[in-house]
Each structure stands twice: as structure tokens, then as C-alpha cells.
């Protein structure tokens, strides 16, 4: 498998989808729905509506099924980006190498993109809902109440992660951050994939601790490229989470301690898909992007 | 009927079931939830929750059944109050005679708490949803759709008021600006008692009715007490508008003119719950109460 390759196809496959959620029509709040499409467009990995499609093509083939909820996910990521990057939060000018969207826009129009999408979410589930077979509805209601509470556990992790800038903090109190911030959205997306495509239990349970092992991993890989990427690449500026003080893996641990943390977690990672046959390569070698990406 | 205690009993109706949902165990994100309590509990008049169970009970007893409704609802309301606030939108200091969220807390939790609120709703419907009998599910379903639908308006209607503040504005964008900022949010209210009460279609179209007259009156009062209210009943400066040259129903009809036309639609909203017998008195009397209001 030439995973570059089906990585791309993977991202067309749901820029092609998230293209068909635009709003172009004439309309006086049309500055608005261009701003949300400028964050949404604006060229994001779209690792999460990946994990979604690729867990649920382990169990199943019909992946239009499961494309409401990958867009969903990306809106919802797309909006804690847009009030991250806000002046009142990270105060952030750049993001995939354009300007934030408060830069490109304004601040107003930013809160409120934001807002827009997370909502925009929900109407998309509502929509999937409506149009959905009774006999599928229980599972997907479960669906909606874990990914409600995702974003929930989202937005708290990334106050503790406000609240604590530029101060001492524990092992635990680093480890709570990244399992709410960015941990419970990842857990989510591979948990909808697997419960969207009636995966059994056993199977959920295994890809929920492989989700967890691969967040852990993102969120450190982070780190390290917080501090060590290449700017250009990166699209953002390195450096500012120790002008900042922020709390990370690297602070924590220092950078060789960091890498070595990614190695076995990583490596855990893989372990939980060993039962899989070829159907899981993709998962695999995304948890080996996720700790080899320069970006 | 004595409209001033029946209203008292609802607020105290709603203040309790909300106060079920306040979250206050020890947790990192305490402060967090501590600010959207602390807008959530700031004393609003709770009209919006009120509506949802005063039509709920002109078809059913069981007001039990809203209820989840019409705590989301106030979360929403509350969320839209905190995002308005922030510097970056109206640059508010005080609500309900009290310190806006980003001033009791800061920019960074103001933010936060709002989209905890947003997606707080969400949670609440859900949490619904997987409670309900499978013979309910449809007009759930329709319900959050609507919910969903509604607040995109209500973010759209916002944007739009941002963007023309200080400039000419033409009768058909002020119309929908209202139509969209409050009068979704208010039309959704009534309908979401309407429809989880099993009200006929008639009955549905009516009080949609109902409900957008009693909405833009809502807002010409608004409009009105901003202009002329007394500071310190309001809990807010008056004059603002003016000097922010808002467009309102003041700035574009007079003050007397925007009276006639409080007067005109009252009395057509009173109008169309001519059919329904003494159970329709709250409702009547709610909305000569919108147009009589002092704050």
C-alpha cells in the first residue's frame, strides 16, 4: 500500500463531501457562511473525518453512511481552531500557513463563524437523524450523545489548557489536558466509525484504546514539532509554546524524553490492530504518519 | 388570572429544573463551569423556556416531557447573551445589572462557556433522545432539527447586526435582522411546545403565528426601552444604541412610530389564540407583558 496515496484519496474523498455542505447562495449574511468556508477549506489534514471512513471500512463498504458524521467532526474541529486562534484565547495570526480567520475577516465574524459551525454540526446530525431508518436510529442517537459529549470534554481541555498558561503544572493535570483537547475527539471519531458500522464490541473496545494511544501520540508529535518543526512546513510559528510557557509533552519531558514516549505509544498503537488482517494497514500506517509527520 | 405570580411560578419552575444541570463537582474545569452557571443563573426573565411550557400545556398536562427543551433552550439563549458581550461584538460590561462574563471571568472563559452552553444544549437533547420511547422519536427528531435550524438563524441574524452597526440599513435588512436574531429563537419556543404536545397542524401554523408577532414586538420593545428606559431597572446603559448608531426600530420609525407598531402587532398576536378558551390566558397576557415590560 503506498500510504501517501491513499491518504490523498482519503482527504479528496471528504473535501468532495465537505464542498457539498458550502453555502454559496446570495444572502445578507453571505460574509458569514464565506468565512466559514475559508477555515473549513482552508486545508487541514482531515485526520479525524479520515479515522471515521477508515474504522468503519474495517466492518463495512457503504461509507456513505458514515459521511454525515465525518463532516460533522471536521466542522466541529474547524470551529475550536477559528476561537483557539482568537485574540482572547491563543491570539494566533496564522493557521495552515493563511491567516486566521479573525485576521482575515474580524473578530466578530470569527466568534461567530465559529459558533456557526459547531451549530452547523448538529444540523447535519439532525438531518441524518430525520432521514434515517427506525431500526438504525438507536445507534445513531448513541452516536449523537457521544459526540455532543466529546466536544464537551474539547472545550474544557482547552480551558485548563488557557487557565494554565505560563504556569507550573503537574504530570497529571498535562495529562488531563491532552485527553480532553485532543483526545476525546479522536476517540470519537473511532468510535463512531466502529459503532456506525455495528462493529461488535470487542472490536469497539480495541479501537476505542487505539484511538486513545494514537491521540496521545498526536498530541505529543505536536509538541515536538512545536519546538523543533520547520516553520515554513508547519504554516505557523515554532517557538512560541516556550515564549508563552505553555505545558507540554517537551516542557514536561524535554525532547528526547518526548520522542521516546511517542516510539512506545505508537507502537501500542499498532498492537491493538494486530488482529486485523490487511483491511487495517491504513490504520496502521496512520499511526506512523501521525508520529513521523513533519506538519 | 394575576399574570405577576403565574410568571414568578414559571421562573421558579425553570430556576429549578436549570439548577439541576449546573455542574458543581471538583474538576480542573471548575471555573469554567462556575462561568456558565453564573450567566445561566444571572437572572434572565426565562421567556423563552416559559413559551415552550405555556404551549405545552394548552394539549398536555405532562409538562415533564419539555422540559429538556426548555432547559437547552435557556442554555442557548445564555450562550448567544455571552458571545454578544465579548469585546470583539458589542463590548458590554453589564447584564441583568450584573457584570458581563468576560469581566466577572475573562475573554478566554467568556468564549469557552458560551460554546460549553451551545453544545451543552446539545447534550441535553441527546440525553433526551436516548430516553425516549421509540413512538416519540419522530417528533423528537423533528424538534432538534428545528432547535438546530433555529440557532443558525439566530447566528446569522447576529452577524448581521455586527455588520451594519453605524451604518444605513434599509427596512428589509432591519426586518431581517429581527426575524432572524430573535424571532427564530422565539418561533422556535412556541413550536417546540406545540409539537411535543401533539398539536394538530392548525394549531402548529397558529401559534407559529403567535409567536412571530409576539417576537417582533419582542424586539421593537427592545429597541424602545434602549432608547428611553430607566438604567437602573434595566440593569444596562440606555442610550447605547444611539451613540453605537445601532439600527433599530427607534432609529428607523421614531419613537412614536415604533410604538404604533407595538400596539398594531400585540393585539394580532393576541388575536390569533381568539379560539382557545381561559388556558390561552397566560399567553395573552404574556404578550401585552412584552409590550408593557419596563426591562
Partial sequence: MNFKEELQKYQELINDELSKYIRRDKCPEEVLNNSMEYS?????????????VAVYQLFKEDIEKCMPYAVAIEMVHNFSLIHDDLPGIDNDDFRHGKPTNHKKFNEAT????????????YIVISDDL??????????????FKEFAKAID???????IDTEFEGKKISEEYLEYIHK???????KLCVRMGAILADAPQEDLNRLTSYAEKIG???QIKDDILSEEGD???LGKPVGNDKLLEKCTYVSKYGLEGAKEI?????????????????????LIELAKYIKERNK
Same sequence: chains 1, 2.
Wanted: hydrophobic share 45%; charged share 35%; no cysteine.
Fill in 40 to 52: 473549513l477549506m482552508a486545508g487541514g489534514k482531515r485526520l479525524r473525518p479520515i479515522l471515521v
Fill in 110 to 121: 470569527a466568534i461567530l463563524a465559529g459558533d456557526g459551525l459547531l451549530n452547523n454540526a
Fill in 130 to 143: 430525520e432521514k434515517s431508518k427506525s431500526d438504525e436510529l438507536l445507534k445513531k442517537i448513541k452516536v
Fill in 153 to 159: 470534554r474539547m472545550i474544557a481541555g482547552e480551558y
Fill in 180 to 186: 480532553n483537547k485532543t483526545g476525546a475527539l479522536l
Fill in 216 to 218: 496521545l501520540a498526536f
Fill in 231 to 233: 516553520e515554513k512546513i
Fill in 262 to 282: 511517542l516510539e512506545k505509544v505508537t507502537k501500542e498503537a499498532i498492537e491493538e490492530l494486530s488482529r486485523y488482517d490487511e483491511k487495517a494497514e491504513f
